[in-house]
Structure formats: C-alpha cells, structure tokens
Nanobody, 120 residues
C-alpha cells in the first residue's frame, strides 16, 4: 500500500512560481500529478517513471512545468513556473505500476490534494 502526502500549494500571482512535493511511503511506483479545477474533470499534468529515466508532461504545461524525482527519498517534485490563472486547481499526487500513468485508469494511489491558486 503506497501512501502519498503532498505539500507546497498556495496562492501566487500570474507569472510566478510554485513547487509541489509528494512524499511516498510503503513502496515504489511510477508517480505523477493530476489536477482538478472546479466543475472540471481531473486531468493529467505530469508523470515520472520509478527510475526517473522517463517523464511525461501534458501539452498545456510543457515549457513551464518540470517534474523530478529523488529516488533515495522516494519524493517527487513538480516545479511550476510562469503560472497562469488557468492553472488554478487542486493538485493531486498519483502513483501507479503501469507506464505511462497519464490515464487515470493506471493510477492506483492518490494523495489528498493541495490547492494551487493563481491570481491575475
């Protein structure tokens, strides 16, 4: 049973940056981030394989977001730069055993979510 705990959300102005971190315990898996804005479906943002050799980013965040992994600490970070108001959402850490995990059907574990609000 993998447990995921996110941290790092908050309020930032458009154009600013935030860094989200997810700490995993209980096992190793491919990990990633999804987000859900009010009234919208939960959508894929980024993922990184358990070995950190492969990454996957949604088109909407390419060039602005970076995902990285500290294998020894079993943590994953999402560095978000040039934030836009449309990035406002609850961000969820996710983990799964099949790559890629950009499809929700491959996600087996979810974190509790952390709010990211980007103001104009």
């Amino acid at each position: 049973q993998v447990q995921l705990v996110e941290s790092g959300g908050g309020l930032v102005q458009a154009g600013g940056s935030l860094r989200l971190t997810c700490a995993a315990s209980g096992g190793t898996a491919h990990m990633g981030w999804f987000r859900q804005a009010p009234g919208k479906e939960r959508e894929f943002v980024a993922a990184i394989s358990w070995s950190a050799r492969s990454t996957d980013l949604a088109d909407s965040v390419k060039g602005r977001f970076t995902i990285s992994r500290a294998i020894a600490r079993n943590t994953v970070a999402l560095q978000m730069n040039s934030l836009k108001t449309e990035d406002t959402a609850v961000y969820y850490c996710a983990a799964g055993s099949d790559w890629p995990i950009r499809s929700r059907q491959f996600v087996h574990y979810w974190g509790q979510g952390t709010q990211v609000t980007v103001s104009s």
